[in-house]
């Protein structure tokens, strides 16, 4: 049984021209592609993808209109409490030292983090949820090695001079 019988070529690439999201590209494209000859099963292949799965998109785009079905539904869950803007803007702040952000802290820390989301953007968060946001954003959630006072100049002259050598 042939798909996409329904949908012209033009009118898949007026809708390529249209699109700038990577996966709706890349669905069009197996469609025209498949529209000008090779099968699913040479497709698949050729892409390292399962047959399945482009069955599926086709079988999407001869059902639903085309501008909904080369896009994915959105994930089931709960929103996110921050929008992408916002968590561009925690990563930003995030890769820069905390104090550029009002903290007097050596280094950004799960708990300096859970702060920083509650005072900009009114938002709390689950320690470990605090700890999967920072892992996503490529920022290390643990704490800085305590490093060791270091005498001043005073100290170490005078701890010099009582230093014997044996």
Known sequence: MAKLDNIT???????????DDPKATKRLMLAILYKEGPSVPMIAEM??????????????MEEDPLDEAIFDDPPPGRPS?????EKHQFKEALHQP???????????TRPLAEQYLKH???????????????????????SPRPQP?????????ESQKDFKKI
């Open 98 to 108: 905390p104090d550029e952000s009002g903290f007097d802290e050596p280094a950004w």
């Open 9 to 19: 070529v033009e009118e898949l690439r007026e809708k390529l021209d249209e699109v």
């Open 120 to 142: 900009e953007f009114n938002v709390t968060y689950h320690e470990r949820h605090v700890r999967r946001l920072m892992n996503e954003l490529d920022v290390s959630w643990h």
């Open 81 to 85: 409490k921050l929008t992408h803007d």
């Open 149 to 157: 006072p270091t005498p001043d100049e005073e100290e170490r002259e």
């Open 47 to 60: 892409y390292d993808m399962r047959d399945e799965t482009i069955y599926s998109w086709f079988t999407q």
